[in-house]
DNA sequence: ATATTTGCATAGACAATATCTATAACATGA
DNA sequence: TCATGTTATAGATATTGTCTATGCAAATAT
């Protein structure tokens, strides 16, 4: 057996087409066929049914993919990191980021990094928590953006930054612009929140008490998707609503006389970078973790964060 | 690059010896140098040091190394794989056993198991729970035998059975033999613990709910390593200890008469065959959980299990 | 100081194997 | 039955891995 070998099914299990398969590796169908015929006799097992078409993995020869796969994306990993270890960034890397992040956090180092990086094909995708942690297992992603302490797993995780938490509110909700607010306070007012699935409603609903927001102010309760929308709901429809510290930097000049802040202890929470433990490419998160505390607007302080629900 | 580079190196790293590491991988030490040097080659990094002697890894090798071994180490899972897949077992496993279970556990599987699979190289390994996690995570051990629920953690498990917990108390401690016993009684007594790091010590604690054993009637703590020790301890100076139901098969008639039941719900331990969500060899877990299963001389009943501190 | 030993590298021959071209075999549908 | 699409096979060739023999450098012994 040998990893050429293990490319060819991999490739054959993509198009499920020999011919086509061996295009792809650059290869004729002639050698293509043969290699494969060559490991299933090694391993005595017939890995695809080519009665059928377009031709199957037989039940045995999935599993084998599967493992195949994993071979195969563990040899892609050291030739990057070997790369990097030379100091050349190269390759692909998928980064998965929470939404509540992602659109004021990523233009302030993204373009940047990329050029600082040209070789590196970065390839981000805007997920919650719990998916980016799915993802990072099946080695679909390689590092995740978002907010810590996750509930205890078995990922690594670098701390970035922790950013404070602000109200912002309606004028009609008339909270003096040189006065704190109290997250008690919100408890008589209209709170927009994020939809669920979002570690920031849940730490919005933790810090500020608020369990059942309908049993209070709120006629109204709109899930968004988006930090944007709620700002546009209180714009258009008053109420408040909680925005961390970067997505201030948005804000309007008129946006920003809505903005208050929180008496201490101000709530913040911690952002980081996770990652499988055994990662091997160490230089590009040194230097992804570098990239991103050099662009913020405000000191990475590691203050203490608040409990998550 | 090739697998039989990655295992070549692999043996200079483990022999730090170009002639040896030859001998071993059964090739002259000029085919072993020549396809080390091509390695380096194409990765353009030196990965070993041949002016030290013995030779050692560059610090950039050692990543490498490292990486070599996850990716053959997926090879020989693959290898074994497909095996099982024609059910031949063979090559090895290596087994973690928490040791309040290994004495009791094993015996009634381990002989009849081997004798199945004569071609399975069972290495098992008594380690307390946070150790086989760990080994689990470093792929120094592919399956671990303890007790569950863990705190949440990115292992896969199948529960195997559940074991009710049992008093065993010396005569003088008067506990009438037709009679329960609650687990708040306890407390009146001395009562022998594990030392630390065993999970039964701390389930004991929880559900006696002994946070300080010598506030009570403890004169003497002795922290012991095994169940066995317990055993002894009570048989010798009285007071009384907690064994698991899968203790007793071992305890001699006379002993048998200082096994009390507690009152229901009674405390009871839930024991579960752990692995790493990828591991490939999904045959031999079943085979393994099988027998286990088959062998208990007591019903897997899947009972509720109280919560652990 | 010189010889000897130890340890890795290199050259050239040879063997194994991966790949190519050309063609056969097989199934499917017209 | 023939044409077409798809995979398998045969034989030639190129590439790569391995061997034997030897070189070279450093450490050790005489």
Redesign the pocket.
Known sequence: M?L??LA?IIA?DDY???????EKS?????????????LEEELELTL?D??Q???VPTPAGKEVLIQARRILGETTNLFAMVKELKGEFSGEVRIGIIPTLAPYLLPLFIAQFSKTFPLLKIHIQELVTAEIIQQLHAQKLAIGLLATPLPPNDLAHERLFTERFFVYAAKQEKFPANKFVAPKQLHAHQVWLLEEGHCMRNQVLNFCSLKSLTTHASQVTYDAGSLETLINMVDKNGGLTILPELALQHLTGAQLKNIRSFIPPTPQREISLVYMPHYPRRQLLQELKKSIIRHLPFEPVKGRVIAIS
């Open positions: 040998n050429q070998q060819y054959v499920r087409h020999f011919v086509t398969a061996a650059f290869v004729t169908q002639a050698t293509l066929s043969m290699m494969i015929k060559k695809f080519r009665q078409h377009p031709v």
